[in-house]
């Protein structure tokens, strides 16, 4: 279970949103060994003036953040973020210095979907990766 937020300037945001959901998807897939079909992705667009980002930032300035379940090694939680900054730079064109990466674990337990709790579901994925 991952659970991707995209947070950027909206007039930015929406013009790569969907160009970026498939870069970031595809690192997931790769890193993760995510099912193709387990895409969760939540883009919240920011009105200019309600982003105030460290000086050395452009307008692309992005921040992605990763709720999932806890249990990936630290290798493979390095290598889904090396992917991700070199996809994106590569397919969406933005600078490394305009993403910002964060990824949040939870136990399964903190996860509740299709009428469960994460660590009662039978996933048809591995976590332990």
């Given at each position: 279970m991952a659970?991707?937020?995209?947070y ?5 945001l ?6 970026l959901?498939?870069?970031?998807h ?8 995510f099912?193709e079909?387990?895409?969760s ?15 050395g930032r452009?307008?692309?300035y ?14 493979t939680?390095?290598r889904?973020i090396?992917l ?12 490394a ?17 299709r ?8 996933l048809?994925?591995k976590?332990?990766v």
């Amino acid at each position: 279970m991952a659970q991707i937020k995209i947070y950027g300037i909206e007039k930015r945001l929406n013009l790569i949103k969907k160009q970026l959901s498939n870069t970031i998807h595809s690192c997931v897939v790769e890193a993760l060994e995510f099912p193709e079909n387990k895409r969760s992705h939540r883009f919240i667009p920011l009105a200019e003036e309600d982003v105030y980002y460290p000086t050395g930032r452009t307008y692309d300035y992005i921040v992605i953040e990763i709720i999932m379940m806890e249990g990936r090694k630290t290798e493979t939680k390095k290598r889904l973020i090396q992917l991700l900054y070199e996809r994106i730079r590569k397919e969406v064109k933005l600078s490394a210095s305009d993403i910002e990466i964060c990824i949040i674990e939870q136990p399964a337990y903190h996860f509740g979907f299709r009428g469960m709790t994460g660590d009662e579901m039978l996933l048809d994925y591995k976590v332990e990766v």
